[in-house]
């Protein structure tokens, strides 16, 4: 009974090496950490998820331009980045088109790399803090394995002050410093497995932006060409 209270979680990490345990305690801080960009992202992939199914539903239901643009422009805070892509190129494109003698593939060249701008400058938003996960994901494992290795260092120097070296002297130094890889792969497996489920849903979002800029590119140079 003695032998299972010395060796439980807790006993293991207040009898571990200050050094040990400040691996555990870096370890704890960017697990909790990494929570928290993986719930924050969960809602902000999903809300703009919605969003740009909804700004497709209206955009390809027949809605005038003009009053999308309205809508689009007074909810701007709020807007997804798909309304913003939209906004930016209507924008632009309505404005040279105000312009004489601007041809029309300037115009739509104009339209296209202001979308472009929108694009990048929202995607950006979208994808931060991701690489927070992919470099807890890559390093943890590595930051828990330094900590078992310095307390396994330490526990066989243990030994050199023992006459007779058995497994019971043995186990509980090398349990407190396994607790470090255990700690290291408690922190990197869900950010690894969040990192890859993001990164796959931002990918398909990325694919309708760019699919919507040409297409909505289209539109205009049709509307264009019909003017």
């Known amino acids: 009974m003695q032998v299972a209270q010395d060796l439980s979680f807790i006993s293991l990490i207040s009898h571990a090496s200050v050094l040990v345990q400040l691996v555990l305690a870096l370890l704890l801080v960017v697990s ?28 390809w239901s027949g809605a005038n331009l003009n009053e999308l643009y309205q809508s689009a422009a007074n909810a701007r805070r709020d807007s997804g980045t798909l309304e913003k892509i939209f906004e930016a190129g209507f924008r632009e494109y309505a404005k040279l088109k105000k312009q004489s003698g601007i041809d029309s593939n300037s115009i739509m060249e104009s339209t296209r790399r202001a979308m472009r701008a929108a694009y990048q400058r929202n995607i950006d938003k979208v994808e931060s803090h991701l690489s927070y996960l ?87 140079q049709r509307q264009s060409g019909s003017n």
């Open 134 to 220: 992919a470099t807890i994901g890559s390093v943890s494992p590595y930051v828990g394995l330094f900590g078992t290795v310095w307390g396994i260092m330490n526990a066989f120097r243990a030994l050199s002050n023992v006459s007779q070296a058995t497994i019971a002297h043995v186990a509980p130094g090398i349990a407190e410093a396994l607790v470090a890889t255990a700690m290291g792969l408690f922190a990197a497996i869900p950010a690894v497995i969040a990192y890859n489920h993001f990164s796959h849903d931002i990918n398909r979002l990325a694919t309708s932006f760019e699919s919507f800029m040409e297409e909505f590119s289209n539109v205009l």
């Open 32 to 59: 909790l950490l990494s929570w928290w960009v993986i719930f924050q992202k969960i809602f902000t992939i999903k809300l703009e998820i919605q969003q740009t199914e909804a700004f497709e539903k209206d955009f």
